[in-house]
Structures are given as structure tokens and as C-alpha cells.
T-cell receptor
């Protein structure tokens, strides 16, 4: 009965590859988010969707493309992976614009 | 822009010691304030929150009070345990800004037996 789940948990890949990370929430929330945590633990918002509509798009390279097939899912596709994309990516969801609940994270390592 | 500043770690304490982690913020609107905790190898868990001035959030022995006059939300616990060893993040969110969380840099806390 996991609230916010992400797959995969770990992802190791070569530079130049394309990869996707999936996120699903069973909380019935309307809003979902992607955050990036760098090697120094700093966390920063990347994207946010509300009812499948993009509402936040921070200064993220256009190699990153979020997709929300329905309000329970928010996937992150990354093209042409670079070394600097190595990080932990967290998905989160919220209802009523307040508390966000986070997934367990996807640890991406680009070699 | 909005920002959160929290004390740098690591903070090393003995069990049963008093813990304080300072957090101050700047915001263009009226924020809600949060403390999240990240245990080793895990994701972020909400520890406590406060949505308006003078509110006190509390959970698991941790407390923080929303001080608008000093733009602060300091985290305290009276007697820490080894299991409290983690990284603690202070954060704010503003509804008008899409509710995105703006995080501080995190404070690593290590509690020794």
C-alpha cells in the first residue's frame, strides 16, 4: 500500500542513452512533482503537474521531458544523458496545495 | 526569489542531548513551512509543518514554531536518540507559486550512543 512509488530504484547507464523514470501515487492527489537531489544533498524542483497540466517548469534542460498520462502518474524521460544528470530524482504528490509526500527516490548514475 | 537558509552540519551530539537546527527564510508571499527528514539511503519524510504565523508543528518529540517577525522556523528536540541520525531539511512553499517546495541545504545530524 505504498503511497508514492518510483521505478526503478537504481539506474546505471552510459552517457548519451535515453532513460525513463516512472512515478505513481495512490493517494488520490491532484498535483505531482519531480525534484532533483545533487551529490551535496541539495534539492530543487524540476516540474509540477496539476490534473495532467504542466504548472511548473523550472530552468531544466529540454532533454528532460515529463509526461502525465493521468493524475496518478508522472513519468520523467531523459534524452542524451550526461554525466551531470547523475543524481537522486524524487517524485512527490500533494492535495490542496499544501503537504507534499515523497517517493523513495531513483538513484541515477551516468557513466 | 524565495530562499531558505539552515545551519550547516554535520551536527554531532550524544544521546539525550538537546538538538536545535536553525532555519530562516525569505519569501515573496505568505509561505507554509516544513521540516523534512531523510534517513540514510531513504527518501524524504515529512516531519512537521506550520501554515501560519505562531503555529507550532510537532511530531516524534520534534517541535518548530512559525515566527513571522524573525522569519524563522527553528527545529528542536529535547532528548535525541541514535535513531534520529539523519539529514534534516527546512523548506517553504507558497500556493501562488505553484506550491513548489524551496529547500534549505540540509543539516546532517549524527547522534552517538
Amino acid at each position: 500500500d505504498t503511497a508514492v512509488s518510483q521505478t526503478p530504484k537504481y539506474l546505471v547507464t552510459q552517457m548519451g542513452n535515453d532513460k525513463s523514470i516512472k512515478c505513481e501515487q495512490n493517494l488520490g492527489h491532484d498535483t505531482m512533482y519531480w525534484y532533483k537531489q545533487d551529490s551535496k544533498k541539495f534539492l530543487k524542483i524540476m516540474f509540477s503537474y496539476n490534473n495532467k497540466e504542466l504548472i511548473i517548469n523550472e530552468t531544466v534542460p529540454n532533454r528532460f521531458s515529463p509526461k502525465s498520462p493521468d493524475k496518478a502518474h508522472l513519468n520523467l524521460h531523459i534524452n542524451s544523458l550526461e554525466l551531470g544528470d547523475s543524481a537522486v530524482y524524487f517524485c512527490a504528490s500533494s492535495q490542496e496545495w499544501v503537504t507534499q509526500y515523497f517517493g523513495p527516490g531513483t538513484r541515477l548514475l551516468v557513466l | 526569489g524565495d530562499s531558505v537558509t539552515q545551519m550547516e552540519g554535520p551536527v554531532t551530539l550524544s544521546e539525550e542531548a538537546f538538538l536545535t537546527i536553525n532555519c530562516t527564510y525569505t519569501a515573496t508571499g505568505y509561505p507554509s513551512l516544513f521540516w523534512y527528514v531523510q534517513y540514510p539511503g531513504e527518501g524524504l519524510q515529512l516531519l512537521l509543518k506550520a501554515t501560519k504565523a505562531d503555529d507550532k508543528g510537532s511530531n516524534k518529540g520534534f517541535e518548530a514554531t512559525y515566527r513571522k517577525e524573525t522569519t524563522s522556523f527553528h527545529l528542536e528536540k529535547g532528548s535525541v536518540q541514535v535513531s534520529d541520525s539523519a539529514v534534516y531539511f527546512c523548506a517553504l512553499a507558497i500556493k501562488a507559486a505553484g506550491n513548489k517546495l524551496t529547500f534549505g541545504g540540509g543539516t546532517r545530524v549524527l547522534v552517538k550512543p
